[in-house]
């Protein structure tokens, strides 16, 4: 890897010499182990960040994985990620290592230390990212890594795959404006999740070009889980003037204003019409079908998996950020509003 000063990078004898520690040392904080002390593995990593790390022309090869990270593995969206990189993955026969981050947005502290030691083929990180720390670290050890899905704007440095949120937002919202609703509630995920941020644009985009006022309680902030849905479409259903229609910012949410719905003896779409996002397996078979704008899962995953592969194979990608075009699925539970 190259230095940040342009001078060539250093061999592992020149840290050690450097950093005043056996060249042993070195290459155990190069190759992931443990068993060096955090003081020291700090400054030798100080060293490979600043000058670079020249590795050997016949270092080993990685081992044939891929490693899939997870900010949080439940549900169909996670099995659609799978799908979409295993089939790469068995094409290069490659096994899929699977890893969670218990719904952080940054691997903790010897998260790394376990990737170099295994040093796999590339790494696909899923609504996630390593630190700037992390991101170097796997760099001037030549293992690639490509963000899916991620959760904040992704550095330049970082090849991305997403979809198109925005239009996504967009063309949910124009779609109930289309049925003749006005009363438009929006659900949205967390806000430092650039493609809940994207949605939630997207639907003020729409609402803005109908000349549609925005009521800012018809604008609830989630987490993309069931329960945010059920919870703020309760809240919404009491307001003196409740919607007539939700954007459920992803299906899981969408669920949740179904129960809601029930709860309150609310027909959908008869007296609430309910639009999803993601079209995962389930939406399908609600009762009634729900309409939502696919979101390619397991395609972005597999142009992940290929970005990352190409990379390791020394291809750099034509396009840092890859972004797949959204879908408008038009099921049974939107409708003109009653009256």
């Known amino acids: 890897m190259p230095s940040r000063d342009g001078t060539e990078p250093l061999t592992i004898a020149q840290i050690a010499e450097r950093a005043g520690v056996s060249a042993t040392t070195v290459s155990k904080v190069v190759n992931g182990r443990t068993d060096v002390s955090s003081e020291t593995r700090e400054r030798v990593e100080g060293f490979i960040r600043r000058h670079g790390y020249r590795r050997r022309k016949k270092a080993t090869r990685p081992a044939a994985l891929l490693e899939l990270v997870f900010h949080e593995l439940r549900g169909p969206y996670g099995i659609e990620i799978f799908n979409g990189v295993q089939r790469v993955a068995r094409e290069g ?71 198109n949120n925005w239009s996504g937002g967009l063309t949910a919202t124009r779609h109930l404006l289309g049925l003749g609703h006005r009363r438009i509630a929006v659900i949205t995920g967390p806000p430092h999740a650039l493609a809940s941020r994207a949605r939630l ?120 950020r890859v972004e797949l075009a959204t879908e408008l699925i038009i099921r049974r539970s939107t409708a003109p509003p009653r009256g």
């Open 93 to 163: 026969r490659l096994a899929v290592v699977l890893s969670e981050l218990q719904g952080g947005q940054t691997p903790g502290s010897g998260w790394v230390e376990e990737i170099l030691a295994r040093r796999p083929t590339g790494v696909i990180s899923v609504f996630s990212g390593p630190t700037d720390d992390q991101s170097h670290q796997l760099r001037s050890r030549g293992i690639p890594f490509v963000l899916l899905d991620p959760s904040g704007e992704p550095g330049h440095e970082a090849p991305s795959v997403g979809a």
């Open 201 to 320: 644009d997207g639907y003020r985009a729409a609402m803005d070009m109908a000349d549609v006022p925005l009521d800012p309680a018809l604008i609830r902030t989630g987490d993309f889980q069931i329960a945010d849905g059920l919870t703020h479409t309760r809240e919404l259903l009491t307001l003196p003037h409740p919607p007539t229609a939700v954007f459920a910012c992803n299906d899981g949410e969408a669920l949740g204003v179904y129960q809601a719905a029930a709860e309150a003896g609310l027909r959908i779409p008869d007296d609430l019409s309910v639009i999803g996002f993601d079209d995962l397996p389930p939406a399908p078979w609600t009762i009634p079908p729900l309409t939502t704008i696919r979101q390619p899962l397991s395609q972005m995953a597999t142009a992940a998996a290929t970005m990352v592969m190409s990379i390791a194979r020394g291809k750099e990608p034509p396009h840092n």
